[in-house]
């Protein structure tokens, strides 16, 4: 989408070459960069504290959101997910901010665009097959193949099928809610700047949220799809705890 | 019966709300996919024939896959009910 107004990130020396949703993600990476930098070195000088500050610090806020994340994982995953915590920690930081920073005035959020979605769709995609592969070998294949071997022809292109549909549903709900948020939230400025758009700005917040969290969920179903074992799955959880660390 | 919290209810938005989305996205990858194939192997109309059927079938097969997921899971909530009364 087009903007009118001003952002930031065009008067960064090198970010203002780059095309709009890749310069407003590299800006939000930047803040989020100098934030975590700021609070961990904040919790390296606190020491093994175990009580938590007074105030509201920058390190009561990393430790917030590593919480979040990490619970949020092992709630939905269980054991095997803490080897995922990479990248499921940095899909939810990354969505999450990114969703945010379209309600502050001066930036354009990058997942209101559908390249930035689809990048993070499609990572998602190869990472999760080839997680299966790794964690079954070849007999990952069986998961295309159905229940029978004779049925297999017609089964293999219907779970491509499936599966492609995966990444494809993924990136345009993140798109299209970010999009549409967007969308209204500047159409409202547009007619009426004062205190009509406050209603839709709060909106935007609940929408970032859900929508981060709808994107992080469908990825970890995916990925505990893709690693376990049909029938033995306490076994199977096993196993992948010790291929996947 | 108690109502889901916050957080259950994102999972329930996750879990049932993209089914929508997703077989209308089965069935537009299939005929896609058919008619490129059409294209490349000249064998006139009948693989966009095929992959549209393969597309519904897939879509039809993950709606069929969350329903069994939920009679089960519904099974699972009536075991642990009955063992809550008769401990």
């Known amino acids: 989408m087009e903007h009118g107004g001003i952002l930031y990130f065009k008067f960064i020396p090198f970010l203002n070459k780059l095309p709009g949703q890749v310069g407003n993600a590299v800006l939000v990476s930047l803040v989020l960069l100098i934030l975590f930098f700021l609070g961990f070195r904040s919790i390296k000088k606190k020491g093994d504290d175990v009580i938590p500050d007074k105030k509201f610090t920058l390190a009561n806020f990393m430790e917030l959101l590593v919480e979040g994340c990490v619970k949020l994982i092992e709630d939905n995953m269980g054991k095997v997910g803490m080897s995922f915590l990479y990248i499921m920690g940095s899909l939810i930081i990354f969505i999450l901010f990114n969703n945010l920073s379209g309600l502050v005035p001066g930036f354009a959020p990058a997942t209101s665009n559908y390249n930035t979605t689809l990048a993070l769709a499609l990572t998602v995609f190869f990472l999760y097959q080839f997680y299966g592969f790794k964690v079954h070998g070849f007999k990952y294949l069986k998961h295309f193949t159905g229940p029978f071997l004779w049925l297999a022809p017609l089964m293999i292109p219907i779970e491509i099928i499936g599966h492609l549909a995966r990444p494809m549903s993924l990136s345009l709900r993140l798109f299209g809610n970010m999009m549409g948020d967007h969308l209204v939230l500047a159409i409202f400025f547009m007619l009426a700047p004062l205190v009509v758009p406050l209603p839709i700005m709060f909106l935007g917040i609940f929408v970032s949220v859900v929508q981060t969290l709808v994107f992080v969920l469908l990825t970890m179903a995916y990925f505990s799809g893709a690693i376990e074992h049909e029938g033995e799955e306490e076994e199977g959880a096993h196993e992948a705890v010790e291929v996947a660390a | ?87």
């Open chain 2, 1 to 87: 019966m108690k109502r889901p919290k916050a957080k259950k209810w994102v999972a329930l938005v996750s879990k049932y709300g993209t089914i929508g989305l997703e077989m209308g996205l089965c069935v537009a990858i299939g005929v896609i996919m058919g008619a490129y194939l059409d294209k490349f192997l000249h064998t006139g109309p009948w693989l966009t024939i095929a992959f549209t059927l393969f597309g519904f079938i897939a879509g039809f097969k993950s709606l069929f896959k969350l329903a069994k997921d939920l009679i089960r899971e519904e099974e699972n909530r009536e075991h642990d009910g009955r063992k809550d009364r008769n401990p």
